[in-house]
Structure formats: structure tokens, C-alpha cells
């Protein structure tokens, strides 16, 4: 059982940056991907980036140009920098891992923190 450690939310003016980071259990095999989602109040969970293991990302597109997700092997962490926040980034962000080698789909999930953009 993988177990994900989400950490770096808190409280920021639109405009300013966090990092999140996301630590994982140590593992035995490759996962073929790692990615974030976010909540905000009210609002179904959404998927914000994912980084596969080839290093390959994608975006939605509301954050494209703004996050960037990469992830430290060595460490087992994934990382999500976070800039020009605007106050729609407000969202409870959660870390995801697969456990297929071969497909990207998320089956273990962290306990989230907490984004808050002020305007």
C-alpha cells in the first residue's frame, strides 16, 4: 500500500506562488504516472496536471503556464509549483499515484492541504 504525505499549502495573495509537495512510501515498482487534482467548496474534484514516467506532462488549462509539476525519483516526491496564483486556485490539492507500470490511472491518494488565494 502506497501512501501519499501532501504538504506546503497555506494562505497567499493572488498573484504570489506556493510549492506543494507530495511524499510518497517507499515503492517496488514504477508507477506510470503521478498527478494533482483539487476540490474547491462545492465543486466536484478536478485534475489540474499529471507527470508520467517518461517526465511527459500535461495541464488543464487553467493553470497551463502557471504550475508546473516534475517529481524527484530518488526522493519518491511530486512536486507542484503554483504561480500567479488567482483566487479561483482556492481548492483543498490532493497528490495521486498509479498503480499500473502501464496506464495512467490513480489509485492511491493523499489526504490533501489546503490552497488559499486571497484577492
Known amino acids: 500500500q502506497v501512501q501519499l504525505v501532501e504538504s506546503g499549502g497555506g494562505s497567499v495573495q493572488a498573484g504570489g506562488s506556493l510549492r506543494l509537495s507530495c511524499a510518497a512510501s517507499a515503492y517496488t515498482y514504477s508507477p506510470y504516472c503521478m498527478g494533482w487534482f483539487r476540490q474547491a467548496p462545492g465543486k466536484e474534484r478536478e485534475w489540474v496536471a499529471n507527470?508520467?514516467?517518461?517526465?511527459?506532462?500535461t495541464y488543464t488549462g487553467s493553470v497551463k503556464g502557471r504550475f508546473i509539476i516534475s517529481q524527484d525519483n530518488a526522493k519518491n516526491t511530486l512536486y507542484l509549483q503554483m504561480n500567479s496564483l488567482k483566487p479561483e486556485d482556492t481548492a483543498m490539492y490532493y497528490c495521486a499515484i498509479s498503480s499500473s507500470t502501464v496506464i495512467c490511472s490513480y489509485e492511491y491518494w493523499g489526504q490533501g492541504t489546503q490552497v488559499t488565494v486571497s484577492s
Open positions: 507527470i508520467n514516467k517518461y517526465d511527459s506532462t
